[in-house]
Each structure stands twice: as structure tokens, then as C-alpha cells.
């Protein structure tokens, strides 16, 4: 008897364990079925990024009031396929290999889109457009640049993007109750930059008798501006050809070296990839010129005035140098977000979702949320939200649905990220701040260096795209260790190891290519200048 | 007994570098710790290094509330459970007979077995077939593939090899049969290394975080690494992609709430090893004295 019973518990143990695994295994896959055939309407699928960080009780990034309400409202059954936002080229990768990838590919990195293009992963939307839309067909007739910026090198249309205002990205704030107190007026040469970081190091503009106060920051992307106030961009335009210019690498690394031997910058700035030290030097009242995203600063703004209730800051625009005066990185008004997969089941059916999602009324429910329920109409048409912390939580998680949406339609009601109404005192200095900056850094005299904005350079092929990258990253490298070396390594034998290394990577030829290219499209492309320029009103 | 001056030194420097090595795994975890409990202010200022600022639960209330983490950290049991469990049962049923000397074409068997750890198809191979399963989208592409891991197999099998046989002659003259002598000889004596291969399975198990990734599509079934790594990595990705993509910015994480994560991710781990641990060494060594 033993041996039976014995065998019989350990096989019922096995099958308990088989069952259980199989419920568990199982029951993702029903659910999803049972969402499917809604109303009888088109299936498409859509990707949307998981951030994981929508609250529990709105449910997922794939099942929530907004998907709920697309499909209800929409023309088709969308099925939304959450991709982990941080690894989303592994995932898309994997999903077009098996040919699961979502009809409507959603990603903000274009080189990618590039890549599955040149992958031919992605369906040509001519015909589609000219057919069988008419919301998306307005927007690109209204806004023709869209066009020519989702036209591939084979003369078709792949992508769609977005339409939204300029907005300021990197700023450079500096502390004006430092300059009051040292007697000092905001720099406006690079000369005056280094004469006023170098008081405000060795000054001790805090009053505290210690010398533990920085001038300025070189970390995370503090280094690209000051580049930027040196036009040290790799190609540029000169004399109408575009070029790869070595000439301005010296000064802008001699004049970022004399910052870190004369200690004015933080000696460690270059472990401090994330730029978190110098977030806090700011916000606790060690450092004078800062430069960083303006939301990076607008968030460390309110510890600094928890911390010194005294501390006045005011936005600066970037100094001149003998190469002009420029500009920081900003983000321009168009952006190519999507594509359609190749393979879509139903193409016209991806269609009207994407007629759906940028229509007007469409992109105000997102940007507004439900009348009754997340605002109220006021008489002269604004729009005013019932609760702001109920419609954060239903409302703040859905920017990526919206990826493609022309946003530019919409009025906005903050400014630099906090609402324009406001009555907090500190949130009037920074609005104060705020428009500050949007004059001084979306100015089309002072623009960015570069031909183009970094996401409109034209797509190149893969040994080119190695060549520009490698290009960037050594420079990059090779000059970081000349600003640290003293004179084991100076600024001069970078440029020769930069320079010499940009030719052993196949740079001529890159650099024959964008000459050739500029020739090609000088009148076509949607170059620097015109970004700050766009109109669509 | 006395020790010599010489020993003295010998055992101080020992000391002194397994304490410097034992600290450097363990400030992290006690900084990660004070983060999760201090205020975000301190935090921002740099005032936070190994004891909370401004102390409060804040960081780990949100974290419930604002996220699936309750879900998460259910996910990863069952994932953990059931997949050691099916792993250790698997892996048993297999090292047992492989061990036994009267067990036709055994050598055979275990040679083909060892073969295969020669290869490994790649991912979108592995992909394929969990999808021509209709593995995908469920836990079944994260437990069935790597079922019985060759390597655990092995230290398995090395030590049933070890188990003298005549206790299972004896056994056999009793009259027990082969679900008797493996269930009450050979598994009661083969503890340590049951729970050192158990350990391996299940912190594999819990810290699954690519497969996850690849094969779930339901964001309610994802587990603890996958929802922790998407609110910690945002910084790091900031760097290259906040340019092109504004929200990652906007909607990062604060970094207490971070670092109350990673406390619930590693958490049960934390409290699991120091049990097991006793047989951990055990097992480790039985493994590997006999090949």
C-alpha cells in the first residue's frame, strides 16, 4: 500500500503544481480576448510607453479611462501594447522579429524609426493619406515641413509627428543678489563670464567667510552649452558649405580648462554625469552661474528659496564670443513620433485612429480632460480645471498617448510649468524667470549652433551613423581629459588626437557626404533658423 | 592556545579587508535605505548619506498608492513560488535517475544532456518558440524554457552519486519502491544542496527581469525588478533622451520613492538568505568535492 499511496501524492502534487501554472499562464491571454470585437468596430493596435508610474487605481497604461474612452468615442478598437519605456528598442525589436510589433509604432527616438525603415519594417503613407484621411491630411497640407521631415531618402512619406510651440529646454540662470552684492553686472562677453564666475568662486559671495562657493557648473550638459557659446558643433555652416569645423574646439576647451584650474568649477564635475551635485550645489546656495534644463532648475529653484529665502536669480542669455552669440539647446516645434507598421493588418483602419487622435476636439479632451468632470467652460472660452490634484492623477499619465497630437492648437495655461494664475509668490518669480527665457533663448538672432536641430539631421547609413557618433563621444572624451590633465595633456594635443581620430573613422567620407547633401537640399531642409521661425497660425 | 604577534597582524589585516569588503556591499544598501525615508528637500540638498533626513514613510505610502507595487511584489512570488517549485521538482526527477548506476544508457542520457550546454539559441530563436507554444504573454515563457538548468542538474546528481547505496539496498529489502526510497531516503539526506539549488533557482526567479520584459504584455502581470528598474533607470536614460522625450523628464520618479523600490525589491531576498545560508556553504562544497 505504501508504495501506491506514495506515488499517487507525489503525481497529484505534480499535476496540482502543472494546474495551478496553467491557470496563472492562462488567464492573460483570455482577458485579452474578451476585450477584443467591441461594437463590432476595426481592431488596431498601438503601442504606448510603460513608465510605470500610472497610479494603481486608473489601471494600466494598456486598460485605463483613456483607452476605455478612445475606444468608445473612436472610429476603431484600439488594443494598446504596453513597451517598457526604457528598454523600448529591445522590445519593438523583438515584437517586428516575431511579427507581433503594434500596427502603430509610437517612439521619440527617430533614429530607430530610421532603423526599421532601412529595415523596410514600415508601411509608405502616401496613398494612405491622399485616400483615406482627412484630419492628418489638413495638418500636413497647414504645416508642410511635417512632410519633408517624414520623408525618407526613397522620396516616400513614413512618418507622422507632432506639431507643438517652441519651448525652451536649456537655460543659464545666474544668482543676482551675488552680482548686487559683489557689484557686478550680468556677463555679456565670455570675458565678463569668466571674470564674474571667478569672483563669485573666490569672492565669497555668501558671506560665510569660507571659500565653498562654484563660479559656474561643467557638469552633465553645462560643457555642450558652453560649446554652444563657441559654435563647437561638428558640422556647421560656413560660407554656404556645410563643414566639420577643429577650429573651435581650443577656444572652448581653453576657456573650460581656465575655469577648472582657476577652481571655479566644481573639481569633480566630471563623475557628476547626471548633474546631481551641481542640482545641489544650486539648491543649497554654493553655485552662481548655472546651466541645465529650465525645468531641471525651475524644480531646484524652490529648495533654493526654502534655503535662503533671499536668494534672487535671473536668467541670462548666453554670452558672445569671437564666434557670435548663440543660443541653448531648445525644443522645436515639430518632432517625428510614429510610423505604421509595415504589416498592419488593417492600414486604413490605423488611419482613422490617427485622424481620430489629432483631431481638435480629441487633442482637448487629452490636454483638458471631460467637461464636467476634469474642467469647466468659462465664458470667454477658457477652460477651467474643477480639481488640480484629481486631474493629476487621471490626466498625468497620459502624454503618450498624445505623442503625434498637433499640441499647438491648444492655449496654454502655464508657464514654465506652473500655472499661470498662480498666486504662490515663488511661483510668480519664476514665472517671472520663465518669460524671461522664452524671449532670450527662442530668439531666432541667437540660435542654437548646428545646422539643424540634433533630431533633423538627415538620416545616414550605418557605418555613417558609427562615424558621427564615435566623432562625438571621442571628442568628447579625449577633451575632458585635456581640461583635467594640466599640461601632461593640453588642449592642443586633444585637438590633434580628436582631428586624428575623426580621419581613421572614415570621417572625410561623412564629411563628403553632408558637403554633397547640403549641396543637394540647402533649399528643401528644414534648417536651424527656420525652427525658431515656424509660424502655423 | 596563544597566537603569535605575527598572527596577530595576520588576522588584523584579515579583518580589517573583509570588513572594508563587507562594508562596501553594505553602506549602499543603508544609503538607498536613509533615501527612502528622508524628506525630498533633504535629499535635493545632499544632506542624506547614511541616516534618514526629516524622517518620513511618505516615500513608501505613495509608492503603494501611486504604483502597482502591490501587484508587482505578488507577481514576483508566484513567479518565484511556482517557478522554484517546478524547477526543483524537474531537476529532482531528473538528477535521481541519472544517479543510480542501474539506470539503462545513463551515461548516454547525461552526455546529451551536458551537450547542450554548448549551446544557446539566441533571443529572437527563443522568442519564436515561447510564441509557437503560445508562451508569450504568460508565466509559462518564463518557467518552462529554462526548466531544469544543466548546471544545477549536475551538482544534483554528483551528490544523489554520494548517497551510499546501501541504504537504498536496505531500503529496497524493506520493501520500499522508487517514489518511497527518493522521497524518504535520498531527499531527507540531500537537504543543503536541495536548498542551495533552490536558492539559485529562486533568486533567478526573482530578479527575472529581461524575460519579463520580452514576454509579458499585460502591465498587470509584470513583476517587482521590471516596475522598480522602469522608475530608477528614467535617470539615467534622462541624460541622452530628455531632449527628445520632455515627459521622462517631467514624470520621473522622486528619488525617495526610488529608493523605497529597490528596499521592496530586495527586501525578501534580504531576509531569505541569512536562513538558507547554513546550507548554503554545505551544499556548495558537497557539489563540488566530487564531480
Known amino acids: ?537 | 592556545m596563544k597566537s603569535t604577534s605575527g598572527e596577530k597582524v595576520f588576522y588584523g589585516v584579515n579583518y580589517f579587508i573583509l570588513v572594508l569588503a563587507a562594508l562596501s556591499c553594505l553602506l549602499p544598501i543603508v544609503h538607498i535605505l536613509a533615501l527612502s525615508l528622508s524628506g525630498n528637500e533633504a535629499i535635493t540638498l545632499g544632506k542624506v548619506s547614511l541616516w534618514p533626513q526629516d524622517f518620513t514613510w511618505t516615500a513608501y505610502s505613495k509608492l503603494i498608492e501611486d504604483t502597482n507595487i502591490v501587484g508587482a511584489f505578488r507577481n514576483s512570488v508566484v513567479i518565484t513560488l511556482v517557478g522554484t517549485g517546478l524547477n526543483m521538482a524537474f531537476t529532482i526527477l531528473a538528477a535521481y535517475p541519472l544517479s543510480r548506476k542501474h539506470f539503462y544508457a545513463r551515461r548516454f542520457l547525461t552526455l546529451a544532456i551536458v551537450f547542450t550546454m554548448l549551446f544557446t539559441a539566441g533571443l529572437i530563436p527563443n522568442y519564436l518558440l515561447a510564441k509557437s507554444l503560445g508562451l508569450v504573454g504568460n508565466y509559462g515563457a518564463l518557467w518552462l524554457p529554462g526548466l531544469v538548468s544543466v548546471y544545477n542538474l549536475l551538482v544534483l546528481r554528483s551528490f544523489f552519486e554520494n548517497i551510499p547505496e546501501e541504504l537504498e539496498d536496505a531500503a529496497r529489502i524493506d520493501g520500499s519502491g522508487e517514489w518511497r526510497i527518493i522521497l524518504q531516503i535520498v531527499l531527507p539526506l540531500s537537504i543543503p544542496v536541495i536548498a542551495t539549488i533552490a536558492l539559485f533557482y529562486g533568486v533567478a526567479h526573482w530578479n527575472s527581469f529581461f524575460n519579463v520584459l520580452i514576454y509579458i504584455n499585460d502591465p498587470e502581470r509584470f513583476n517587482l525588478s521590471v516596475l522598480v528598474q522602469n522608475m530608477i533607470q528614467s535617470q539615467s536614460l534622462m541624460s541622452e533622451l530628455a531632449m527628445l522625450d520632455p515627459d521622462a523628464f517631467r514624470k520621473l520618479a522622486p528619488e525617495s520613492i526610488r529608493s523605497a523600490g529597490i528596499i521592496v525589491m530586495i527586501l525578501p531576498m534580504l531576509l531569505v538568505y541569512p536562513f538558507l545560508q547554513k546550507y548554503f556553504v554545505k551544499g556548495m562544497l558537497i557539489g563540488s568535492v566530487k564531480g
Open chain 1, 1 to 537: 500500500m505504501g508504495k501506491k499511496s506514495w506515488g499517487k501524492k507525489a503525481a497529484g502534487g505534480f499535476a496540482a503544481v502543472m494546474a495551478l501554472s496553467m491557470v496563472l499562464g492562462g488567464c492573460g491571454t483570455n482577458n485579452k480576448q474578451n476585450a477584443e470585437g467591441e461594437g463590432g468596430k476595426k481592431e488596431v493596435s498601438v503601442s504606448i510607453y510603460d513608465r510605470g508610474q500610472i497610479p494603481k487605481e486608473e489601471g494600466t497604461y494598456a486598460d485605463n479611462r483613456w483607452t476605455r474612452w478612445i475606444n468608445g468615442n473612436g472610429p476603431v478598437n484600439a488594443k494598446f501594447i504596453p513597451i517598457p519605456r526604457n528598454e523600448s528598442q529591445q522590445k519593438y525589436s523583438m515584437l517586428f522579429a516575431s511579427g507581433d510589433a503594434p500596427d502603430l509604432v509610437l517612439e521619440y527616438d527617430t533614429d530607430f524609426l530610421n532603423s526599421l525603415w532601412a529595415q523596410k519594417q514600415l508601411l509608405p503613407l502616401d496613398d494612405l493619406i491622399a485616400n483615406n484621411s482627412t484630419e492628418y491630411k489638413a495638418l500636413l497640407e497647414k504645416v508642410p515641413a511635417l512632410r519633408t521631415l517624414g520623408t525618407k531618402p526613397d522620396g516616400k512619406l513614413y512618418l507622422i509627428g507632432m506639431v507643438t510651440k517652441p519651448e525652451v529646454l536649456g537655460a543659464m540662470v545666474i544668482r543676482q543678489d551675488w552680482l548686487d552684492k559683489l557689484g557686478l553686472e550680468v556677463p555679456q562677453t565670455i570675458d565678463e563670464l569668466y571674470a564674474v564666475a571667478d569672483a563669485f568662486a573666490n569672492q565669497d559671495p555668501d558671506g560665510n567667510g569660507v571659500k565653498d562657493t562654484y563660479g559656474i557648473n561643467l557638469s552633465q550638459f553645462a560643457t555642450y552649452y558652453i560649446d554652444a557659446m563657441f559654435q563647437n558643433e561638428m558640422f556647421i555652416v560656413e560660407n554656404d558649405q556645410l563643414v566639420r569645423q577643429f577650429d573651435r574646439i581650443k577656444p572652448a576647451y581653453d576657456f573650460k580648462k581656465k575655469l577648472f584650474e582657476g577652481g571655479i568649477v566644481d573639481k569633480d564635475f566630471l563623475s557628476d554625469k547626471n548633474g546631481q551635485k551641481a542640482e545641489q550645489d544650486f539648491a543649497s546656495g554654493k553655485l552662481g552661474i548655472y546651466l541645465a534644463y529650465s525645468t531641471v532648475i525651475s524644480k531646484n529653484f524652490d529648495t533654493l528659496k526654502s534655503t535662503d529665502p533671499n536668494a534672487k536669480v535671473t536668467a541670462m542669455a548666453f554670452p558672445e564670443t569671437q564666434f557670435g552669440r548663440f543660443g541653448p539647446d531648445f525644443n522645436p516645434a515639430l518632432q517625428m513620433t510614429g510610423a505604421v507598421n509595415a504589416n498592419a493588418k488593417d492600414p486604413e483602419a490605423v488611419m482613422q485612429y490617427i485622424d481620430f487622435m489629432v483631431t481638435p476636439s480629441t487633442v482637448e479632451t487629452f490636454a483638458y480632460g471631460i467637461e464636467g468632470e476634469n474642467y469647466t467652460k468659462e465664458s470667454d472660452g477658457t477652460f477651467k480645471p474643477i480639481d488640480e490634484a484629481t486631474n493629476e492623477t487621471q490626466m498625468g499619465y497620459t502624454n503618450d498617448y498624445r505623442m503625434f497630437m498637433p499640441k499647438y492648437i491648444l492655449d496654454t495655461n502655464t508657464i514654465g510649468g506652473r500655472p499661470a494664475d498662480s498666486t504662490d509668490p515663488i511661483d510668480r518669480e519664476w514665472i517671472a524667470i520663465a518669460e524671461q527665457m522664452d524671449k532670450l533663448y527662442l530668439d531666432p538672432e541667437h540660435p542654437h549652433p548646428g545646422f539643424t536641430h540634433a533630431k533633423f539631421r538627415p538620416s545616414l547609413d550605418k557605418a555613417m551613423t558609427t562615424t558621427f557618433n564615435d566623432g562625438w563621444n571621442t571628442m568628447n572624451d579625449t577633451m575632458a581629459k585635456s581640461i583635467v590633465s594640466g599640461d601632461a595633456y593640453t588642449v592642443d594635443q586633444g585637438v590633434e588626437d580628436v582631428k586624428k581620430s575623426w580621419y581613421a573613422s572614415g570621417g572625410q567620407a561623412l564629411e563628403d557626404w553632408y558637403k554633397q547633401w547640403y549641396q543637394d537640399n540647402k533649399d528643401s531642409w528644414i534648417f536651424m533658423k527656420e525652427l525658431y521661425t515656424m509660424k502655423f497660425e
